[in-house]
């Protein structure tokens, strides 16, 4: 029974997600090419902050990536050097 309830969720959430996807993109699309050109913010048009602030959101993120990366290198200490013991057997 506890199964049956789970695939369900799973599937109304995937379902959601793809509805959620499929509304994004048709926005993202109007954003790009059917915004009206009078409509502004800062003195940029919609359709040019469509392509703003995604590359600034996917920018910001590679840049969170390595700063992360930066610090766990910068952070952990170096491995102990491995002894080797020869015996004359």
């Given amino acids: 029974m506890f199964e049956a309830g789970k695939q ?3 599937r109304s959430l995937g379902a959601l997600l793809f ?3 499929l509304v994004a993109m048709v926005g993202y ?3 790009l090419f059917l915004a009206p050109e009078d409509l502004g913010f800062l003195g940029k048009t919609i359709s040019e902050w469509a392509i703003i602030v995604p590359v600034i959101i996917l920018m910001y993120a590679v840049l969170v990536v390595v700063a992360w990366i930066g610090w766990a290198l910068a952070s952990t200490a170096p491995p102990l050097p491995v002894t080797v013991e020869i ?3």
């Fill in 87 to 89: 015996s004359d057997d």
């Fill in 19 to 21: 509805v959620l996807a």
């Fill in 29 to 31: 699309f109007w954003l």
């Fill in 8 to 10: 369900l969720r799973n």
